[in-house]
Antibody
Framework: EVQLVESGGGLVQPGGSLRLSCAAS????????MNWVRQAPGKGLEWVAN????????YYVDSVKGRFTISRDNAKNSLYLQMNSLRADDTAVYYC?????????????????????WGQGTLVTVSS | DIQMTQSPSSLSASVGDRVTITCRAS??????LAWYQQKPGKVPNLLIY???TLQSGVPSRFSGSGSGTDFTLTISSLQPEDVATYYC?????????FGQGTKVEIK
């Protein structure tokens, strides 16, 4: 059974730092792209960052570039999000999510696509 | 960056009604489009990927269509358990943007 369990959330002051972790089990973690997605209270979903299987490619939403760093430790089946210079608008539930891989018959190629498994999320509150 | 716009933002329909939600991309994204369902207080759940491929375990009353810039999620016969917010998402390239969501309620 695929499981993703986030941890590390909490209350932090503006300008502070926090490191989120996501422990993965039930699948070959080192073979999948992984993501962080957040959801502010009462708001919609916002993709934050993702990382290639081997960690060689990383992408970020503009609003966190230069402040957040995504990383992974495949030996520990773990995904991380280091968050620095936190602001009030970073307050959200942060989810880790796995990317599904499928075969696209129209292009005869494999595609890294949607997010098929999600953790339960960890709440980050940025407030003084 | 490509923007994803859903319509309507919310809707209310009766049990058994056919419900349609639209998602429009500001530029073409081929069929690299997913739909998610998020029930109140729950984690998002993947319904459809590749614009029209039903994720395993998802009821057949859900269907997706479209390509390029215009996409549709259809619930053929709305059920009480379908009360949720639905999101589209592009995944052709970074950023993997979500639409703003469509809240579906029972009338």
């Amino acid at each position: 059974e695929v499981q993703l369990v986030e941890s590390g959330g909490g209350l932090v002051q503006p300008g502070g730092s926090l490191r989120l972790s996501c422990a993965a089990s039930g699948f070959a973690f080192s073979s999948y792209w992984m993501n962080w997605v957040r959801q502010a209270p009462g708001k919609g979903l916002e993709w934050v960052a993702n990382i290639k299987e081997d960690g060689d490619e990383k992408y970020y939403v503009d609003s966190v570039k230069g402040r957040f760093t995504i990383s992974r430790d495949n030996a520990k089946n773990s995904l991380y999000l280091q968050m620095n210079s936190l602001r009030a608008d970073d307050t959200a539930v942060y989810y880790c999510a796995r990317v599904t891989y499928y075969f696209d018959s129209s292009t005869s190629s494999g595609v890294w696509g949607a997010f098929d498994f999600w953790g339960q999320g960890t709440l980050v509150t940025v407030s003084s | 960056d490509i923007q994803m716009t859903q319509s309507p933002s919310s809707l209310s329909a009766s049990v058994g009604d056919r419900v349609t939600i639209t998602c429009r991309a500001s530029q073409g994204i081929s069929n690299y489009l997913a739909w998610y369902q998020q029930k109140p207080g729950k984690v998002p759940n993947l319904l459809i990927y590749a614009a029209s491929t039903l994720q395993s375990g998802v009821p057949s009353r859900f269907s997706g269509s479209g390509s390029g810039t215009d996409f549709t999620l259809t619930i053929s016969s709305l059920q009480p358990e379908d009360v949720a917010t639905y999101y589209c998402q592009k995944y052709n390239s970074a950023p993997w943007t979500f639409g703003q969501g469509t809240k579906v309620e029972i009338k």
